[in-house]
Each structure stands twice: as structure tokens, then as C-alpha cells.
């Protein structure tokens, strides 16, 4: 099973995931990115801090981005 990486990516700033999670493809990796932006928001807006301008870039282990999804995208903001 293929590697994806999660990292996060706040303005010219990037952390890395170092260790990654094995999944099937890059559109079960873009849901767990999905899930994880959403439980990472709740903590924020528990904390007061904000929740604004945060993306996970997606990446296989060679470093390539097979998607990018920004924090925002995940809110249902009606």
C-alpha cells in the first residue's frame, strides 16, 4: 500500500509529517485529510485561535503533492 504524507502548510511555513499512513489511494488519503483538517479546526475554535489559512498538502513518498486541501474547505459556513 502506497505512503501519503500530511503536511500542513500556514502562509510560506510547512510542517512536516514525518511519519506518514499507508493508504489505498490519494482519494482515501484526501478523506483522512478531510476528517484530520475538521478535528484540528474543533480543537482551534475550542482554544479561541484561528482557523483560517491552514492546508494539508498531500504528498506520496517521493515528495510529489497529489492534492492540496485547505482547512477552510472542510466548513459548512451556511
Known amino acids: 500500500m502506497p505512503r ?10 510547512v510542517t512536516q509529517d514525518p511519519e506518514g ?10 478523506q483522512e485529510a478531510i476528517l484530520s483538517a475538521r478535528e484540528i479546526l474543533s480543537q482551534r475554535v475550542l482554544n479561541g485561535e484561528p482557523i483560517d489559512g491552514d492546508a494539508f498538502e498531500i504528498t506520496r ?13 472542510v ?3 451556511r
Open 21 to 30: 499512513s499507508e493508504l489505498a489511494s490519494a482519494a482515501q488519503a484526501r
Open 61 to 73: 513518498a517521493d515528495g510529489t503533492i497529489v492534492s492540496t486541501l485547505s482547512f477552510r474547505s
Open 75 to 77: 466548513l459548512d459556513l
Open 4 to 13: 501519503f504524507y500530511f503536511h500542513i502548510r500556514r502562509g510560506d511555513e
